[in-house]
């Protein structure tokens, strides 16, 4: 895995704001031409993703970013790290038949797009009702 520091040195350094420069150094990287975030870092406040269960807490993420086709590892100013693949070879999603409605009284439907008068809002003919048992099933 190739990996890559930006400095940052100004005191304003945050994970939404390193978590953007990364994101903007991968876009261009010519070596990952469409990439994928699989792990994160951030050293500051000892939160990760993924969240590994028993794992060793200081390489549990990377370990899951190497695995899943790293491809490029950014540290931004020693405080947070960044791991990104490579997804041009997978296929994108096409659209998805389905959809989750509420109705005004906030329950919730699982309904087929291409049965909807108005995709906005739940019939019969079109959605089936989630409730607690039912909800685990999609």
Known sequence: MRQAH???HAKDLD???????AATF???DLDVIEPLLVAWYDRKASRMSPVIEGADLP????DYGASHAGKLEID???DY???YAESAAFDPYEACPYTNLHDPQGN???CQTGL????HVPTKEACVALDEWTCKLT
């Open 6 to 8: 930006i400095a940052y």
């Open 15 to 21: 994970y939404p704001k390193a978590a953007l420069l």
């Open 26 to 28: 991968a876009e261009k």
């Open 59 to 62: 390489t549990r993420w990377h």
């Open 76 to 78: 931004v100013a020693g």
């Open 81 to 83: 790290a960044f791991i």
């Open 108 to 110: 919730e439907y699982l």
């Open 116 to 119: 909807l008068g108005d995709p």
